[in-house]
């Protein structure tokens, strides 16, 4: 027997992170072509929720705090299903309130209060996605280790000094230079 698509879809799902259940709705004249298949899937604070009638993927409804989407193929649920959510889509805040509310979302390698040569070595060659504070946008850079290893300019710092606020600078590849809140840093990959 073949595994149906909203098996695969599970597994899929199961594979990243997500608890996920497919449930069949089985009717009385019992044909194949008429089984109502629902996987519900759930990841942190994000659900899905996706009806396939048959072998076809009938609707698909995506929820993500305030966000919600109605993917209408498979191929658009598995990009879901693999990706990360979007912060900004969470919740309609602003700048600062939208740093405070993705905290918990934050897949960074340190501690809050991890030394700075553990942060530079982590961000190292790496690229590193934070929320500018001013307006919540999302933001990437990438720190590329031959324009930044010895060079005076990557460092972690605080600013203004004395303040407990950390920060990270950096030359990036267009040569331009950056410079980030450690505690706007949401993921390094």
Avoid at 64 to 86: E, H, Q
Avoid at 126 to 133: A, C, D, L, N, P
Avoid at 163 to 173: E, H, I, K, T
Wanted: some cysteine; glycine content about 6%; overall charge neutral.
């Amino acid at each position: 027997m073949t595994e149906h698509k909203s098996e695969h879809m599970m597994q899929t799902a199961l594979a990243n992170e997500w608890k996920a259940q497919v449930v069949p709705e089985i009717p009385e004249n019992l044909r194949p072509d008429e089984i109502i298949w629902n996987l519900y899937a759930l990841r942190g604070q994000e659900s899905l929720h996706v009806v396939f009638i048959g072998n076809r993927q009938d609707h698909a409804t995506y929820v993500y705090g305030d966000y919600r989407t109605k993917p209408d193929c498979r191929v658009a649920v598995i990009k879901i299903l693999m990706g990360k959510p979007d912060p900004r889509k969470l919740v309609r805040l602003r700048g600062h309130e939208i740093v405070e509310k993705i905290r918990d979302l934050r897949t960074v390698p340190w501690e809050h209060d991890s030394p700075a040569i553990d942060i530079m070595l982590a961000v190292l060659g790496k690229e590193i996605t934070w929320v500018r504070k001013i307006d919540g946008g999302i933001q990437q850079g990438t720190v590329v280790r031959e324009m930044n290893l010895g060079n005076k300019y990557f460092r972690v710092y605080e600013s203004p000094p004395q303040s407990g606020q950390r920060v990270l600078s950096w030359n990036d590849a267009e040569g331009g230079f950056r410079t980030v809140r450690i505690n706007s840093i949401i993921d390094v990959a």
